[in-house]
């Protein structure tokens, strides 16, 4: 595709290139524009889009993109530009933007748009408030269908979705929601007062926006109204926006579950300074709690010394307790993002990992020992692998997997009760304590067991 | 919300009770029902549903609860739940339903709607032909604004979504689309040919369910048309199954990515055997699989006799190998999913993993030293902290660092290229291969260094 747009380009075909570009989605044309190299040529190519693509275009241009356009842009441009957008959509971009370019923003739309993008910039990060527009289509309950088609059709150019109608009383107080659909399966003199559904479901501007879309998708609907502490409707999050999100929070929490800090920047897009400084200082932390498990063999290094053969096993130890415990963190953070399992599930939650890490670690347990006295001491011939030595790591693997289960299972719960959050608690973190839990079982039994 | 139904219940205030339940969102009766231990009180107060509610209830149960009300119903009952099911929500029920009820279901469906349900039930698991409903709304180019209302009145009721509307020629091709949106603020008169897009966005019956899944949610779609190997159109996907979609596949990936075998099943719902079944083979594998690091450990025993100190910081070095690989797996394991590394990007993911590696591990190495030097030494005095093992245990925490890196990100990608999971590849196994290199790198060191 690119290369047919580059060939028109140089034969200075515009009449075709101009057609071309338009008839394309504008999700692709951003993406096409985004690989051109010289900034004059995509300026030039941007500047062929009709007014209503070249928004559209706009929207989904990365940061740095859009920060170049509108250098490029002059006033009246940008103010095209800016007419287009949904005001959601311009509070995003100004968040990305440098002061300069947001004071040029702001200077080019009308008050009453600047108003509105300052209300939602103001919305805690990570709110409801933060994501919805204010641009949706409201009735009175004493309209009939024939008024709010009208209604609809004189207001709805603008609106982000016109499908579900909020229905509002004279201090904006929500009162009712019905959709286009149920307009359009109605007669035109019915009053949309007798159907409208009134048990309306909203979330506050305050509410988490993973609350937001979580309820939007369990609802199976195409916006959800946001209300402030009156009940007022201020505005909806649209479910195209609400994937997004979806996305963003999944993407945040794999993130955190590997110890990153997260970003949103596709990963092609970061520098590498960047990534460094999202990554080294978990590395580092994790590096540092780990003086914990040197001490912990530095203590027991005379024993070790009895028993060198205890040495090799180590690595497969903490291995194991890590996974173990891993596999129970990751499950229950998912669950908690889900909203599956709750503070008040904890002890359904301990008695549920208890199980499974009895039968899990009974099960590697029994595999291990037979594995230590077949392969390692028949088939390797190492013989320092006894019988005794092969019950001291089998149990140790038995009671490091239920430790580790039940600790991966319940500090992100706990995490979330104090309002911290689960996804850091997984695989890395776990894997630094379960170490620890599993080197001293391990010499507890070594010392029982050998007599060490 | 409960208790006053029970309490409802219990003083058989039936008329309260039925209007009561009658004004609950439906996925909320479904939770709340899901909670009634009662079998029989479950489905006496399902019955209390009008026929729209039950039907958009039932659809929110979980496998069980839907088996143990079909075996309650009449065939009368079932037939009317039935006949409001959209055909690929039945669809989603009989692949969790025995054969017996199955077959119950299929004899009270009209032959019709059998027809279509067993046309989505025989494509393939995770395509996108899977997850589509052939109920959409179609129109022909010729058609006027006024009669394409028409259609939508007449047809609408029965359709999942009737605000995308697809034009189709005589067979059925896809030729055109256009929204409910453009036909209000279009004149009566206007005729759909000459306002329709005619650049259609569709997917293959046969396409991956999360490619189609990305494509809705790049193009901002409420639905996303599905045709056939000829272009015909056959179905869509509604943008809340394609949610739905997005967060079971997220979820997949992060149980593969714990090295759980993926389940739909919400965590509290599983029960201990089926948790214990996902998570076994892998753990298995894994401890089986730490047999090397046993093997390398136990081939340098002799140098390891000579040197003590160095067990101690074993765990250490292969937790900053295995979160330092994790890292960069989990990153590249989630860009693939959204689409944005594929495998002709894997040397410029090299070359940054590289140097992301190079920077992180010179930094973790160069604060290691120090901390060695400092706390291990002097603080804790530690005599057998030498200068020269401190050198091998950071220069090993810079070379395992570069490695794992490289490892971490270049085996997802290398999987996908092969047809396999790249979620497989994460954290776990990344790990156990990190484990081997970085204790192959810190022996290869010691002995150079150390000379041992």
Not at 59 to 72: K, M, P, W
Not at 76 to 92: C, P, Q
Not at 121 to 128: G, T, V, W
Not at 378 to 393: C, P
Request: hydrophobic share 45%; charged share 25%.
């Amino acid at each position: 595709m690119m290369e047919y747009i580059e060939q028109l380009h140089t034969q200075r075909r515009i009449g075709e290139l101009k057609k071309y570009l338009n008839e394309i989605n504008p999700a692709d044309i951003a993406q096409l524009l985004e690989t051109v190299e010289n900034e004059r040529t995509r300026v030039f190519l941007f500047r062929l889009l009709a007014k209503e693509n070249a928004a559209q275009t706009f929207v989904e241009f990365d940061g740095d993109t859009q920060e170049n356009l509108i250098r490029a842009f002059s006033d009246t441009e940008l103010k095209e530009v800016l007419d287009e957008l949904y005001i959601d959509d311009a509070a995003d971009i100004i968040e990305e933007m440098p002061a300069t370019i947001v004071k040029r923003i702001l200077k080019n739309t009308d008050p009453e748009t600047r108003e509105a993008i300052n209300t939602i910039l103001k919305y805690p990060e990570d709110s409801a408030g933060s994501i919805m527009t204010p641009e949706f289509v409201d009735l009175k309950k004493d309209m009939t269908v024939e008024d709010a088609f009208k209604r609809i059709r004189r207001t709805g150019l603008d609106k982000e979705t016109i499908y579900t109608c909020y229905v509002t009383d004279a201090s904006r107080h929500l009162i009712g929601v019905t959709t286009v659909k149920e307009l359009l399966l109605s007669d035109y003199d019915d009053v949309i007062e007798d159907f409208m559904e009134t048990n309306v479901i909203s979330i506050n501007t305050l509410d988490d926006r993973e609350t937001a879309t979580l309820a939007l998708s369990k609802y199976d609907f195409l916006a959800m109204p946001v209300v402030d502490m009156e009940n007022r409707l201020v505005g909806i999050i649209t479910v195209d926006d609400a994937i997004d999100v979806i996305q963003e929070e999944n993407t945040e929490d794999i993130q955190k579950m590997a110890a990153i800090t997260p970003t949103d920047t596709p990963y092609l897009k970061t520098d590498v300074i960047d990534s460094w400084k999202k990554r080294i200082p978990w590395l580092m932390l994790l590096m540092i709690s780990a003086t914990l498990t040197s001490q912990i063999l530095t203590t027991f290094e005379d024993k070790l010394l009895q028993a060198s053969v205890l040495t090799a096993f180590i690595p497969m130890l903490m291995g194991t307790g890590g996974n173990s415990g891993g596999q129970s963190s990751a499950t229950i953070i998912r669950a908690i993002s889900l909203d599956e399992v709750r503070f008040k599930d904890i002890f359904k939650v301990i008695w549920k990992e208890f199980r499974i890490g009895a039968i899990s670690g009974l099960t590697l347990a029994v595999v291990c020992f037979i594995k230590l006295l077949l392969f390692d001491r028949i088939v390797l011939g190492n013989d320092a692998v006894t019988f005794t030595v092969s019950i001291v790591i089998s149990l140790t693997i038995l009671v490091e997997t239920i430790c580790a289960k039940i600790i991966g299972s319940t500090l992100p719960i706990i995490a979330k009760k104090l309002g911290l959050d689960p996804a850091v608690l997984a695989n890395p973190f776990i894997t630094t304590i379960s170490d620890v839990v599993s080197l001293l079982v391990y010499f507890g039994f070594a010392v029982l067991i050998l007599h060490l």
